[in-house]
């Protein structure tokens, strides 16, 4: 995981490099560095442990001049962050240098196969590695070209296999002949481009790299297969970097590179070919984001600016989608057919993290709405479990970013067993998007902050919108149903706008009093459970507290033996009262809490408005609006986001950009 930003053009590259760098800070934030074409046979390479701005504050001091480079923001996977340790990273010769986001899964046995051959190396990581194999691929092709020189009127043939040129050579060395030094200051025989489709050919694993060489001044060479990488078209510019808003504030037009394609970016232009040098059609796309979306817009941090515009984020993820007059939902940007629905067999939601909580919430509205059964898996642990899904059961990725490592992987192994899928995403042409049958965009914008917010109450929505499709295609719910539920959807964002109105000074009233607990306990019963989970994985995320979701009834299997006077316990005790099933798990869920109270639990309660019996039973209640059942979801956790946030503040923790953690997951 980290933040790519690769520029050529007549500006100088430095300014552009790093206010994209700041925009994908968020994508990881342990080290920085940047290397820029100077004169002769070397590039200008200055990094920084810590973040982006000890890299700034290195640059100020000893600047750098030109006008192609490129930049990078690390989230450690191999290697401690160190400056040794930070990209770029350096082949042998130092005239070349490769950023890389990914991880190199055979790295130790090209390193060993590298040193072998009398490779020296700097750092712990396993992206120098592809620097030296590029190196390896340069040094090969100047040994090929001189073996063949050499080898004329000796009888050989210059067509000769790799093996005999090699021994011929050796026959050289040993006769001292310098023919046999290979690690040449000036390669001639091979592009850059090619010696980079030759390497990755040699790497397994994930990646997304950018390779500079001194050797072919104004060429920048990306590749991928994996982790996301964009290229942006400018007015006589062109831009590399690993996320859109690391470039959207210079262009819009921009080009996903997809698996398997390698790109060359001069002052000419772009040139695309496969890993085996085929040419590939460059088909660029506009991007609709207003750069300021992406700019805090006056708030304290991102993660607050992002909480603020859910209401936003919702109505634009339902917007085109349902018809207010007829309850009717449409889904565009599915090529999965109703009759494909109507036979599906079940559902299996895979996801991450907070996707996965938002697939747990939705295996309630889909098996409630469109009665069909639904199996939710952590992506990362659903090809290790040898799964067996139905031809006709139908997978669904939910996934902000589009790129997680786990969440693609989990769609490669539906796909094997003959799965269709479908996906809900934040970004239109991400990578599971293209793997998928149908996508239903989220349109929440860009999301900043590392602790999703703005996503995963568009995810829910998002959720609830398919199980209602799934309904209206199975037969499952009747015209009046649908319509009611349209309304119902309709009228959240401005609950959730009431909700922010409300609530932000409780919260931060409430921050005070427990900003110090060590350990937090959330507790939940049916679909409110995913939302348990959900805002203890806030409170850990940004606050580094100890929090655990529960469901409320498992409380007296175990977790009863915890609670004491300086346990907090949230509990969502919300109901919809036109829902007798909704009315029944509130009224157990008051029982639970009278379990924490007999034990000086202390209780912070997310209730219904009006319900004041609940306020009699617990030290805090905090109100929010009547949805239905199903739609409460989104309401009850826009008061754990705040929350969350409030006790991080008051922590001094770093809201935007909790330690270990990065925003877009593109390592397994």
Same mark, same amino acid.
């Given at each position: ?89 350096? %082949? ?52 090929? *070209? ?71 001044? %104004? ?33 819009? *037009? ?26 590939? *059609? ?58 494909? @629905?109507?036979?599906? *067999? ?59 490592? %786990? ?58 919108? @398919? ?143 009006? %319900? ?57």
């Amino acid at each position: 995981m980290c933040g790519i930003v690769g520029y050529i053009g007549p500006k100088p590259c430095v300014p552009v490099i790093m206010e994209g760098l700041a925009r994908l800070e968020y994508r990881g934030y342990d080290s920085a560095g940047i290397a820029v074409a100077g004169g002769g046979h070397a590039l200008q390479l200055r990094r920084a442990p810590g973040k982006l701005r000890n890299l700034d504050a290195i640059l100020r001091e000893d600047p750098v001049h030109g006008t192609y480079g490129i930049g990078h923001t690390r989230w450690a996977t191999h290697g401690r962050p160190t400056e040794e340790n930070a990209h770029p990273h350096r %082949d042998g010769t130092g005239t070349l240098v490769v950023v890389h986001n990914g991880i190199v899964e055979n790295y130790l046995q090209l390193k060993n196969a590298l040193i072998a051959k009398g490779h020296k190396f700097a750092s712990e990581t396993d992206t120098e590695i592809i620097a030296h194999v590029i190196q390896d691929e340069l040094e090969l092709a100047v040994a090929s *070209t001189r073996t063949d020189a050499a080898l004329k009127g000796t009888g050989f043939s210059p067509s000769i296999n790799a093996a005999q040129k090699a021994g011929a050579l050796a026959s050289e060395a040993i006769d001292g002949s310098d023919e046999s030094q290979t690690v040449l200051t000036a390669p001639p025989s091979l592009s850059l481009e090619e010696a980079v489709r030759r390497a990755v050919k040699r790497l397994t694993g994930a990646f997304a790299i950018g390779v500079l060489s001194a050797h072919e001044p %104004d060429k920048l060479v990306a590749a991928r297969m994996g982790p996301p990488a964009v290229l942006g078209i400018g007015e006589g510019e062109y831009f590399l970097a690993s996320d859109v808003p690391g470039i959207l504030h210079h262009t819009r *037009t921009i080009y996903f590179l997809q698996d398997g394609e390698v790109a060359t970016l001069t002052t000419q232009g772009i040139e695309l070919t496969d890993f085996a040098g085929q040419a590939r *059609t460059l088909t660029p796309q506009r991007i609709t984001w207003d750069p300021i979306q992406a700019e805090k817009a006056g708030y304290k941090h991102f993660m607050l600016k992002e909480i603020n515009e859910q209401p936003r984020a919702v109505r634009d993820t339902t917007l085109g989608r349902v018809s207010l007059e007829t309850g009717k939902v449409f889904l565009p940007d599915m090529k999965i057919s109703p009759a494909e @629905f109507r036979a599906a *067999t079940g559902i299996t939601i895979a996801a991450c993290g907070t996707s996965w909580h938002a697939g747990l919430a939705g295996k309630f509205m889909i098996e409630r709405l469109a009665r069909l059964p639904v199996d939710v898996d952590y992506a990362s642990e659903y090809r290790y479990r040898d799964p067996i899904p139905s031809p006709t059961d139908i997978g669904l990725l939910i996934t902000q970013s589009g790129e997680t490592a %786990d969440t693609i992987a989990a769609q490669h192994e539906l796909i094997a067993k003959g799965s269709k899928t479908l996906a809900i995403c934040n970004v239109v042409g991400a990578a599971v998007t293209r793997l998928a049958q149908g996508t239903i965009t989220t349109n929440a914008g860009p999301e900043i902050g590392v602790a999703s917010t703005k996503a995963f109450t568009a995810q829910l929505t998002a959720l609830f919108t @398919f199980a209602l499709y799934l309904a209206q295609v199975r037969g499952t719910v009747d015209d009046t149903t649908s319509l009611h539920l349209v309304t119902e959807l309709s009228r959240v964002p401005g609950k959730i706008e009431e909700i922010l109105r409300s609530v932000d000074d409780q919260c931060h009233e409430l921050a005070k009093h427990f900003s110090t607990a060590r350990d937090f306990l959330f507790l939940g019963r049916g679909i409110h459970y995913p939302i348990a989970l959900e805002g203890a994985l806030k409170l850990k995320e940004i606050s580094y507290i100890h929090a655990e979701g529960y469901p409320a009834g498992e409380m007296k299997h175990g977790p009863n033996a915890l609670i004491d006077e300086t346990l907090p316990v949230v509990c969502i005790a919300t109901k919809d009262p036109s829902d007798p099933s909704s009315v029944l798990k509130y009224e157990k869920t008051l029982s639970n809490i009278q379990e924490v109270t007999a034990r000086s639990g202390r209780v912070i309660a997310i209730a219904i408005e009006g %319900d004041e019996h609940i306020g009699q039973l617990v030290e805090h209640v905090i109100h929010i609006p009547q949805s239905h059942e199903l739609l409460l979801p989104i309401l009850e956790v826009v008061p754990l986001q705040l929350l969350a946030y409030h006790i991080a503040v008051r922590r001094g923790c770093d809201v935007d950009q909790p330690r270990n953690l990065a925003k877009s997951v593109t390592v397994e």
